[in-house]
Nanobody
Framework: QVQLVESGGGLVQPGGSLRLSCAAS??????????MRWYRQAPGKGRELVAA????????NYADFAKGRFTISRDNDKNTMYLQMNSLKPEDTAVYYC???????WGQGTQVTVSS
């Protein structure tokens, strides 16, 4: 059974940075065969896609709000995906989730709060 564990969230001031991690385990096949995504859900809103990375890490896609500020990456040797978030804004406040679309698995989420 696939398990995804997010970490790295917290409270940060506007303009600050955070690096989220998603540690994955329990895949039927090697981790490097699975594309992965980051989503977020702000209070009172639906879950939205933040960024996606291909199985090899060679291809990435971003939501418009994330372009130029966030960077998605992965380390297939460590079975871990990352989200580097810079220039954070109060509207980035949300619970951030990692997701493996091909198996439908979600992590428990990590809270990111951007506030002065």
């Amino acid at each position: 059974q696939v398990q995804l564990v997010e970490s790295g969230g917290g409270l940060v001031q506007p303009g600050g940075s955070l690096r989220l991690s998603c540690a994955a385990s329990g895949f039927t096949y090697t981790f490097s065969m699975y594309a992965m995504r980051w989503y977020r859900q702000a209070p009172g809103k639906g879950r939205e896609l933040v960024a996606a990375v291909s199985s090899t890490g060679g291809s990435t896609n971003y939501a418009d709000f994330a372009k130029g500020r966030f960077t998605i990456s992965r380390d297939n040797d460590k079975n871990t995906m990352y989200l580097q978030m810079n220039s954070l804004k109060p509207e980035d406040t949300a619970v951030y989730y990692c997701h493996v679309p091909s198996v439908g698995s979600w992590g428990q989420g990590t809270q990111v709060t951007v506030s002065s």
